[in-house]
C-alpha cells in the first residue's frame, strides 16, 4: 500500500505531499487545479516516461517520492531483487530540464525500469492510455490470460519458447540446405587447400633454419677461403710450419725449465691448454669447411622450398602458425560441411517434435482460454448491468490459426464484442463502444481482474468519464467494492465517488503573482462544501448542502 507521497517543482507545483489511507482515496478539484500532474507523478514513480516539459520553474530538477508498505508475500522477492531488509519501499524519482532521469530505491541508486518491474504487481495504474489499449486485441488477449490465471501465464510463455525454438530450427535448417547446394564446390576448395598445405610439410621453426642455410650457402666460398687460410695459419700445412707447430717446438724446450719456478711451471701449464684449445679449433676449422656444401643445386633447392612458404604464406597466414591454423580450421569446416545431411535429418526430426509439444501445449492454451472466456463474459455483463448498462451483452470472439500461421500469442486472436442494446449485433469494442461505455467496461474489468491479480494499490484517473447521475452512483459503489481489502486512488470530477471516499483529499489552485497548487485533507463540514462544489459548481445554496450531507450520509 501507498503510505505517503510529496511532489516538488511538477510543473506549477512548488510542493505537495499527503500521507494516504486504505480502503477509498481520492482526489478532487477544480478543472486546472492539478488532478493531472497527481497522475503523472505516480506515473514517473512507477516508472514512467520521462517530459521534461514536466519540470517546474521552482528549481532544476523535479522530485517525487514515495513509501510502499509492503505485503508479507512481496517481501521475499523484493527483498532478493534488493537486498533489503526493511518492509517498507521508499522511492526517489527526479527529472532534471535536461533530462536526466534517476531513481532510488531505500536510498540505493536503481535503472528506471526496475521501478517498473518491482512495483508491478504491488501499484496498478489505470488511465486514459489504457482505456486507449482497451480496444486493441494484443491488450485483450494479455487481459484473458491474466483473467485464466498462473496455469494460461505458463502454457502461453511455454509456447512462445517453443515457437522461439521452432523459429531457430527453421532458420538452421534453411542455412544448411543452402550449404548443401554450395557443399560440393566448397568441399572441393578445402580439400585443395587441406592438401596443399599437408604436401608441403610444414614445420614452425622450419623457415628460419632455411633462410640461415640459404645465407650460409651465398657467402660459402668467403667462409670457406678464411675458415682454410687461418687453419694454414694453426697448422701451415704445405707451406711450411704452422703457429701452432712453432709453440708446440718452444713449449718443449721451455718445459724442461719449469720445475725451476712454479710461475714458469703455471705459464707452461696455461702454453699447454691453450696449445691443446687451438689443436681442437684447428679441427673444428678443417671439419666445418669439409662439410661445407657449395653445391649450386643445394641453393636452387633451398630457394625452391622458401618460394613455396612464401606463397603457402601469401594464401593462408602471414606466419607459419597462422597458415597451421587455417589448416586446422579448414579440416573442421570440411568435416561439417561432410556432417550437412546427418544435422538437417536431426533438426528436422527435433522441429517435428517441437511442432507435437508447440501444438499440444496451445491446444490446451485454447481450451483454457475459451473456458475462461465465458466465466468472463458472464462477470463483465453482471458488472455492466451494475453499473447502468442493462442489456449490454459482451462476447470474446476467437480466431483460429494453424501451425504454419502460428502468431507469437497462440493458435488464436481475440476481440471484443459488445452491443449496448438487447437485439443489436456484437462489434468490436473500439468502434461500437462510448467513451462513457469504454469507462465502464474498463472500470469492470479491473475490478473482475482485481479479484485475480490481488494487487494491493490500484489508482484510476478518468474512470468517470462521460458519466454521471445513477450510472456516477453505480461506479462508485463498484469502486468502493474493489476497495475492499485494498487500496483504491481515484482521481475524480463526480461528487458521488468523492461521497463514497475513506479519505478524501482536494488540490486548489490560487494566484498570486504566479499560480500556487495546494493539497488537503477534507474532514466534515469541509468536504461537505467541496461535494456541494462538486455538485453546483460556485452557487451553493442550502439545498445542493442537504444534498452533499445526502450523498455523505448515503455512503457512510
Not at 243 to 260: A, S
Not at 389 to 406: P, S, T
Not at 441 to 469: C, Q, T
Amino acid at each position: 500500500m501507498i503510505q505517503s507521497i510529496r511532489i516538488k517543482n511538477l510543473a506549477i507545483v512548488r510542493e505537495l505531499s499527503c500521507e494516504l489511507g486504505g480502503g477509498l482515496n481520492v482526489f478532487t478539484g477544480e478543472t486546472g487545479a492539478g488532478k493531472s500532474l497527481v497522475v503523472d507523478a505516480f506515473s514517473l514513480l512507477l516508472g514512467g516516461r520521462s517530459q521534461t516539459e514536466l519540470v517546474g520553474n521552482y528549481g532544476e530538477e523535479l522530485l517525487v517520492e514515495a513509501s510502499i508498505v509492503l505485503e508479507e508475500k512481496e517481501l521475499n522477492r523484493i527483498h532478493g531483487e534488493l537486498g533489503l531488509d526493511e518492509p517498507c519501499l521508499f522511492i526517489t524519482r527526479t527529472l532534471s530540464k535536461d533530462g536526466k532521469s534517476k531513481a532510488r530505491v531505500n536510498g540505493r541508486a536503481v535503472p528506471v525500469g526496475f521501478l517498473r518491474e518491482a512495483l508491478s504487481s504491488l501499484v496498478h495504474l489505470h488511465g486514459q492510455q489504457e482505456h486507449e489499449a482497451l480496444v486493441t486485441p494484443s491488450y485483450q488477449l494479455d487481459y484473458l490470460d491474466r483473467f485464466a490465471g498462473e496455469r494460461a501465464v505458463l502454457l502461453r510463455e511455454k509456447g512462445e519458447s517453443l515457437l522461439r525454438e521452432r523459429k531457430e530450427a527453421i532458420l538452421k535448417i534453411g542455412e544448411l540446405e543452402d550449404q548443401l547446394r554450395e557443399r560440393e564446390r566448397k568441399k572441393d576448395l578445402l580439400k585443395f587447400e587441406i592438401n596443399e598445405i599437408e604436401s608441403a610439410r610444414l614445420s614452425e621453426v622450419e623457415e628460419k633454419s632455411l633462410l640461415e642455410e640459404k645465407n650460409l650457402l651465398l657467402s660459402g666460398l668467403q667462409i670457406k677461403e678464411n675458415l682454410e687460410a687461418m687453419q694454414e695459419i694453426l697448422r701451415g700445412e704445405g707451406h711450411g710450419r704452422g703457429f701452432l707447430n712453432l709453440l708446440e717446438v718452444r713449449l718443449k724446450e721451455l718445459g724442461q725449465f719449469q720445475n725451476l719456478s712454479p710461475k714458469l711451471k703455471e705459464i707452461c701449464s696455461r702454453l699447454s691448454g691453450l696449445i691443446l684449445e687451438l689443436d681442437d679449433l684447428s679441427w673444428e676449422l678443417k671439419s666445418f669447411s669439409e662439410d661445407l656444401d657449395l653445391d649450386p643445386g643445394k641453393l636452387e633447392t633451398l630457394e625452391e622450398r622458401l618460394d613455396l612458404i612464401s606463397r603457402l604464406k601469401r594464401k593462408y597466414g602471414s606466419t607459419i602458425p597462422e597458415i597451421l591454423n587455417y589448416l586446422a580450421r579448414a579440416r573442421e569446416s570440411l568435416q561439417s560441411l561432410e556432417r550437412v545431411d546427418i544435422e538437417i535429418e536431426e533438426l528436422v526430426s527435433k522441429k517435428e517434435k517441437m511442432e507435437v509439444q508447440l501444438h499440444d501445449t496451445l491446444k490446451e492454451l485454447r481450451l483454457l482460454r475459451k473456458k475462461r472466456a465465458k466465466e468472463l463474459e458472464f462477470k463483465v455483463m453482471e458488472g455492466l448491468n451494475e453499473l447502468g448498462i442493462q442489456g449490454a451483452n459482451f462476447k470474446v470472439d476467437f480466431q483460429e490459426f494453424d501451425l504454419e500461421n502460428l502468431r507469437s500469442w497462440g493458435l488464436d486472436r481475440i476481440e471484443f464484442l459488445f452491443s449496448a442494446n438487447p437485439g443489436e449485433p456484437e462489434k468490436p469494442l473500439g468502434k461500437v463502444a462510448s467513451g462513457g461505455e469504454l469507462s465502464r467496461i474498463m472500470l469492470v474489468m479491473k475490478s473482475v481482474l482485481a479479484d485475480v491479480d490481488h494487487v494491493p494499490s490500484l489508482i484510476f484517473d478518468e474512470v468517470d468519464a462521460g458519466i454521471g447521475g445513477k450510472v456516477g452512483q453505480a461506479v462508485a459503489r463498484k469502486l468502493k467494492e474493489i476497495s475492499v481489502g485494498r487500496q483504491v486512488i481515484c482521481i475524480t470530477h463526480l461528487p458521488q465517488i468523492a461521497g463514497a471516499a475513506d479519505n478524501h483529499y482536494v488540490l486548489e489552485k490560487t494566484f498570486e503573482g504566479k499560480f500556487e497548487v495546494s493539497l488537503k485533507k477534507l474532514e466534515g463540514e469541509e468536504r461537505v462544501r467541496e461535494i456541494a462544489r462538486m455538485l453546483a459548481g460556485t452557487k451553493v445554496t442550502p439545498a445542493v448542502l442537504a444534498h452533499a450531507r445526502e450523498i455523505l450520509g448515503g455512503n457512510s
